[in-house]
Each structure stands twice: as structure tokens, then as C-alpha cells.
């Protein structure tokens, strides 16, 4: 490990199989907590490559749990997270949308390291009891179109560093290997990344591993659609901007987006956008990620007529039908 960060602290990059050394090494127990928190900060110093990038997915899912399931008709939504923006939890929110619709949701999600509350912290806030059962979790795909992968009980490696991540209270580059290594691997998958070059860098690394995938990042430097400005989305099909003209309603402030500053808060915030009882904001922005989520499933399909759907099924409870329905399952199982 000495050798490697020299080699990242005089900023040369990693070569692919070096990268994937590194997770296996940790994976083995071959480094000290002192030296994988000097290759957290080293590498948080600059971007990462394409090959660093790779080289780690492919060591992390090689070292994976994998779940038996069936995610050939799936999406998972997980974004990178680290974008200092401290919104609600709207791939989340957006996720119970799309699986109440009858889209069939694979989420792939972790605590929060440097963000207030992540997809773990608060759907354990909800009542979710976390699994890597397979038949567990088949069942629950298969009765709510969701099951959610909580990433510490299928990676090991992630679990054996999350307190380091903790530790430091800043991202790393575990937060931008998140969305690529969910275990079941959905044929569909809604990222966001925090920067433009690390979208470009998603689409390269999704485009053999995913029938269709939307990356998406807000020029003002959200991972997801934020309705604050521009959206850039890379996909199979296509590469576009969208905003709020895109589907006729007005541009949105950022504190609109806040997600409170306490789990409860975001949970909060969650069940009442569920119940329709969110904002406009709220409500326009969930609108719009179930939107590009449908999209990604069925590109043929138009994104306003899909936002305009979306909008009607969020104010009409139904999501929040399907919501209850899941936690009481997670309570009573």
C-alpha cells in the first residue's frame, strides 16, 4: 500500500488492475485502517479515472453478496450522493412512486457518510428491517414491485470500511461506487452524479451492463433532476437537457429542495410527499425523477405526458398506499 500512495500522492492515477488489487486487497484484511484512510483521502484529492472506476466495480461486485433475483425488468435508483446539496430523499420518494405505478424497483442504497440522511437511515427510520435473503426479498418484489439492497449486508468491503467513511465525514470514492455495484444488477438503472465528468464516466461504464440507463446531473450540481436549472442526461439513446420548460411549470428555488435536519424530518417529508400532501416543488421535482425513471424503462414514451401521470398518481395517495403496505410488511415480518 506504501508503494500505491506515493503513486497517488505524486497524482499519477491507478491503472485498472491496480484499482481492483486495492478493493481485493481490503477484502482480504491486507491493509491497516490508517492506510485505507490514506487511500480514501489520497484518491478524494482529484477525479477518478475510467479505469480506477472500473477496476474497483469490478472487485467490489466479484467480492459481492449476490441476491437471487430476478432484475431483468428492474431499475434500481441510487445516486452518488456527496453533492452537499442536503435534499429530501427523492430517488427514494421517486422510487415508491415508480413501484406503485407497477414498475418493478431493485434500490440499491447505504447510510449517509457525509450527507444528513441517506435511503438506509431513513427507510430504517420508516421501519425497514434490512435483508439479504433472497427469498425475503423476492417476495417483497414481487408483492410491491420493491425491494431495497442495503449495501453493507451485500458488500462486505463497504461494510468493513463504513466506520473509516463515518470517521472522516467527508465523501470518498465509495459514495461513486455505489450506484454501479448493486448486487442483483437491474437490466434499468436512474443515477445522478454530482459532477459532469463523472456522469460522462457513469455512461461509459453503465453502456454494456445496462439494456437502457438514465445518468443525470444538474448543472448547478445536483445528482438528480432538481428543477433549479438545467439537467444534463446521458443515456443509451440519447443525450439531452431537460428543465423545468421541458414540461411547462416554473423553475424551482433550492432551499425548496431542503430535507430537514434530522432523519425524522426526512421521513417526514417522504410520507407526506407520498400521501400528496407534499409541496408543488416537492411534488414537481418527484414528478419529473418518476418521469425519466419511466422513460428509462420505456424510452419511447413521452416525458410530458409521463410528468403529467406521474404528478396526477403522486396527489391522488395511491404511492402512499403502497408505502404503508410495504412497512407494515417490514413490521410484521
Known amino acids: 500500500m506504501q508503494a500505491t500512495l506515493t503513486q497517488l500522492i505524486q497524482h499519477r492515477s491507478l491503472t485498472k488492475n491496480q484499482a481492483k488489487d486495492i478493493i481485493l486487497g481490503i477484502g482480504e484484511d491486507a491493509f491497516s485502517d490508517h492506510e485505507i484512510v490514506g487511500l480514501m483521502v489520497s484518491l478524494q484529492t482529484r477525479s477518478l479515472t475510467l479505469d480506477e472506476i472500473q477496476g474497483f466495480r469490478e472487485a467490489l461486485l466479484e467480492l459481492a453478496i449476490t441476491p437471487d433475483i430476478d432484475a431483468s425488468n428492474a431499475i434500481d435508483l441510487c445516486v452518488t450522493g456527496g453533492d452537499g446539496k442536503n435534499t429530501f430523499n427523492i430517488s427514494t420518494t421517486t422510487s415508491f412512486v415508480l413501484a406503485s405505478m407497477g414498475y418493478q424497483v431493485v434500490k440499491h442504497g447505504n447510510y449517509g457518510v457525509s450527507s444528513m440522511c441517506g435511503s438506509s437511515n431513513v427507510l430504517e427510520y420508516l421501519g425497514v428491517k434490512f435483508s439479504n435473503n433472497s427469498e425475503d426479498l423476492n417476495k417483497q418484489k414481487e408483492e410491491f414491485n420493491l425491494c431495497f439492497l442495503h449495501a453493507p449486508l451485500f458488500h462486505p468491503v463497504m461494510k468493513k470500511v463504513a466506520p473509516l467513511r463515518k470517521s472522516l465525514g467527508i465523501p470518498t470514492f465509495f459514495n461513486i461506487m455505489g450506484p454501479l455495484v448493486n448486487p442483483a444488477q437491474p437490466a434499468y438503472q436512474l443515477t445522478g452524479t454530482f459532477s459532469l465528468e463523472l456522469a ?134
Open 200 to 333: 460522462r464516466i457513469y455512461h461509459h461504464v453503465l453502456s454494456p451492463h445496462r439494456k437502457n440507463y438514465s445518468v443525470l446531473h444538474s448543472m448547478d450540481g445536483y445528482d438528480e433532476i432538481s428543477l433549479t436549472g438545467d439537467t444534463r442526461i446521458f443515456s443509451k439513446m440519447n443525450d439531452a437537457i431537460v428543465n423545468a420548460n421541458s414540461v411547462n411549470i416554473d423553475a424551482i428555488h433550492s432551499n425548496e429542495l431542503h430535507g430537514g435536519n434530522s432523519t425524522e424530518e426526512a421521513g417526514q417529508i417522504l410520507k407526506s410527499i407520498l400521501n400528496g400532501e407534499g409541496t408543488s416543488s416537492q411534488n414537481h421535482v418527484v414528478a419529473l425523477n418518476t418521469a425519466q425513471g419511466i422513460i428509462t424503462l420505456n424510452p419511447e414514451k413521452n416525458l410530458t405526458e409521463t410528468f403529467e401521470l406521474a404528478l396526477e398518481h403522486i396527489k391522488s395517495g395511491e404511492a402512499h398506499r403502497h408505502f404503508e403496505s410495504f412497512i407494515n410488511y417490514h413490521k410484521t415480518n
